[in-house]
């Protein structure tokens, strides 16, 4: 807050204006809307401008006694809930508002080019001892008329200052005040005996203003009620939300209850993120409820994606992996022992409700093992469930023996981690990536027509480009052994296929046209990259 000092008014280079101000029974006053203090500010601008010569018919004294109400124009008149001048009370319990004209007047031709205040007063100065001005940063003036024990009774920072000087009548001034409106608000609810009543039907963002005043003069009371209605009232997006915790947290070394408030955004409870989470992902693994859960899977993965790093702790990061990798192996066992299950000759027979069960679970674990698939990828740790997948080569066994209907979300499995390999989105070592192509290539082409037409999320092209990508990271050997087994399978499915026509033409080329490398002899390699240079 600004220096406080004493200094004498120029009542000659100030302007006041009478605005409507009502005064309640405990004393409270409503301060003036921005509004008021705009159109005051208003006033300013057309001082300066050439005035109409005064008739000569006029008379100059009636003139030096007309008031400012009487000056004022029609739309800042008075509004029904104003007091009247016959009607303010005396009682320093309950102080009035009025809009005081100084006693004498500079004559006009004197200060007609000199800047002027717009000024408001506060108070009746008759019944008052103490008088607080506040020179707003928007060039007005406000002139408080309070009482002394009420300041010292509710501020602290009044109180220092009062004690430090004891004039007769003083006159404290405060220069630069930021926000004029709430601070004569915040004065005017030392009058007060109920703060919450006040404080119900304002808006947070008021509240804030109040309480970051209420702070700088020490009116812990106000503060306190503040607080309590910060913490009972709800709070609309995350920017109000900051708003508010940043100026809570600034008043925790103020020795008041910050922590009901807080308790909102924050948990007493030691390290309780490792089991929430847990709890939730089992929530969602374990529902059958197919909208909810399709929602909350995406609500989880939108969250994790929007704070792209688990807590910043290297353990705590590690216990959140390991309690989803569990639930991937979990999953995974569920899945093999389901497939067993499905492709017992026996199974076929079965009636369809013995059948329905076993093939929804099938697909609700696949599902499952899909989405902790892309949470693993956009955190960057993935490349353990390639090796997990790469391994299951019971599971990619077992492939063939069920339906395609029930066993092709398993492919999709299989897609999405070349599309994340292809993408570097994982980096398998060169082994996991060569037993994974060994494993599951086939089982996804069996099951590639279906995938096209009966899977709104497949995209042909995407998963193309990313199993042609993890073949081209595998040695020219291993490129030629997959690609002509493809080859073999692309002739008899055709559309049917996976076409990785890109793929087979880059190792084309680097088998046949540029070789890097013959038997060891890099004289090729370097012919490629020097340029010969012929003598003449």
């Known amino acids: 807050m600004a220096e406080i000092r004493v200094r004498k008014v120029e009542q000659g ?9 009502a005064v309640t029974p405990e004393g409270f006053w409503c301060c003036p809307s921005p509004n008021v203090f705009q159109k005051s500010l208003k ?42 001048d016959d009607k303010r009370g005396v009682s320093s319990d309950t102080p009035v508002v009025s809009a005081s004209v100084p006693a004498e007047r500079t004559p006009r031709s004197k200060v007609e080019n000199v800047p002027r205040k717009v000024s408001i007063e506060f108070g009746e100065p008759g019944t008052s001892d103490l008088r607080v001005i506040l020179l707003g940063k928007q060039g007005f ?46 004065v005017g609810l030392m009058y007060c005996k109920e703060f919450k009543q006040r404080l119900i039907k304002q808006s947070v963002s008021r509240v804030l203003r109040i309480i970051k005043v209420a702070e700088q003069l020490g009116f812990k009371s106000c503060m306190q009620s503040c607080l309590e209605y910060l913490e009972a009232v709800p709070w609309v997006g ?9 100026s809570v947290l600034r008043l925790q070394s103020e020795g008041i209850g910050v922590t009901p408030v807080l308790k909102r955004v924050s948990s007493d409870i030691s390290k309780p993120h490792k089991d929430t989470f847990s709890h939730i992902l089992e929530l969602v693994l374990k529902s059958n409820e197919e909208r909810g859960r399709r929602e909350m899977k995406s609500i989880v993965l939108k969250l994790l ?53 076993v093939v929804k679970q099938m697909v609700l674990e696949a599902d499952n093992l899909s989405w ?58 060169k082994d996991t990536r060569n037993l994974l192509l060994q494993t599951w290539l086939q089982p996804l082409i069996n099951d590639y027509s279906w995938l096209q037409h009966g899977c709104r999320s497949f995209d042909r092209k995407v998963v193309e480009e990313g199993i042609g990508r993890t073949i081209l990271t595998l040695p020219l050997e291993e490129q030629q052994s997959i690609l002509l087994s493809w080859l073999g399978s692309f002739l008899k499915s055709g559309d049917n296929c996976p076409n990785l026509q890109r793929a087979f ?32």
């Open 372 to 429: 902790m698939l892309e949470i693993l990828t956009d955190r960057q740790a993935a490349d353990e469930f390639a090796v997990m997948w790469a391994r299951q080569q019971e599971l990619a066994s077992l492939h063939t023996k069920l339906p395609i209907v029930s066993r092709h979300h398993v492919s999709c499995i299989t897609a999405r981690l070349f599309v994340g390999i292809g993408r570097g989105e994982l980096l398998p070592s």
């Open 13 to 21: 280079q100030t302007k006041i204006r009478n605005v409507p101000i």
């Open 238 to 246: 995350e920017e109000e939300e900051e708003k508010v915790v940043s």
């Open 305 to 357: 994606r929007e704070n792209n790093s688990l807590p910043s702790s290297s353990n705590s990061v590690d216990s959140y992996y390991e309690i989803i990798y569990g639930s991937c192996t979990s999953c995974l066992n569920s899945v093999l022992s389901l497939f067993k299950q499905a492709a017992e000759p026996e199974f076929s027979n079965n009636s369809s409700d013995c059948r329905e069960p």
């Open 505 to 536: 033409e880059v190792w084309w080329r680097r088998t046949f046209v540029r070789p890097y490398a013959e038997s060891g002899n890099t004289r090729q390699l370097d012919h490629l990259v020097t340029p010969k240079v012929t003598e003449h």
């Open 43 to 84: 006033t300013q601008n057309p001082l300066n401008k050439p005035k109409s010569p005064v008739p000569p018919s006029q008379n100059p004294v009636h003139k030096k006694q007309t008031s400012v109400t009487e000056k004022r124009p029609a739309s800042a008149a008075p509004k029904a809930g104003i007091i009247s």
């Open 141 to 186: 003036t406000v002139k408080l008329n309070v009482h002394k024990n009420i300041l010292v009774e509710n501020s602290s920072y009044f109180a220092n200052k009062i004690s430090e000087q004891q004039p007769v009548f003083p006159c404290i001034e405060i220069d630069d005040c930021e926000d004029v409106e709430i601070y004569v608000e915040t």
